[in-house]
């Protein structure tokens, strides 16, 4: 199996019009013979709607004088990756791909329960992989883990640093070979 991580910020995934030609790129590397793990930002950037920066505005409008808990501040944050790894997933489907989202979490992603910067401790991407064999094009929520070790039932989704994937994946370009492939999921953010 060879696998192309394909990493698409927020500017790539803002528009209508630029989230279709990033979901042609997905196709393309899919008709090429590979199988696409995608990986998306927030939906644009800070003023626009979904944007990271945005949604975090929300908690700190509410009380000026006091810094939103940092575990509130994560799930807040998350949502801009969620939404859009749900559209980008609906629109590929739309055009014929079959596709699913993962939370970090789903794909298997987990950290030291730091919230706000959260560090990976170790990745099982069994989500990934088995959206893979069944066929689908796994879009992945960036920025996003999970500590599996909270006081609370379940998992707590914690977030990561900002902006070390985006280096790191022009660094590495196109990813091939599940040992590569691990390694960059485990960079996502």
Request: net charge positive; charged share 20%.
């Amino acid at each position: 199996m060879r696998i192309k991580v394909l990493k698409f910020g927020g500017t790539s995934v803002r528009t209508p019009e630029a989230r279709h030609l990033a979901a042609l790129k997905v196709i393309s590397a899919r008709e090429q013979g590979f199988a696409p793990v995608v990986v998306v930002s927030a939906i644009g950037r800070r003023g626009e709607p979904y944007a990271t920066d945005t949604l975090k505005g929300f908690l700190e409008d509410v009380d000026l004088a006091t810094e939103p808990d940092a575990r509130e501040m994560d799930l807040v944050m998350a949502c801009g990756e969620i939404l859009s790894a749900s559209v980008f997933a609906t629109l590929l489907k739309s055009l014929g791909c079959p596709a699913m989202s993962l939370r970090g979490g789903q794909a298997g992603i987990r950290t030291d329960g730091v919230y706000g910067n959260a560090r990976i401790l170790g990745i099982q991407p069994l989500g990934v992989i088995e959206a893979i064999e069944r066929g689908f094009v796994p879009v992945v929520c960036g920025f996003q883990g999970v500590w599996v070790q909270g006081g609370l039932p379940g998992a707590e989704l914690t977030t990561l640093g900002r902006g070390g994937v985006i280096r790191r994946l022009q660094h590495w370009g196109q990813v091939c070979g599940p040992t590569r492939w691990r390694y960059i999921l485990m960079l996502m953010g």
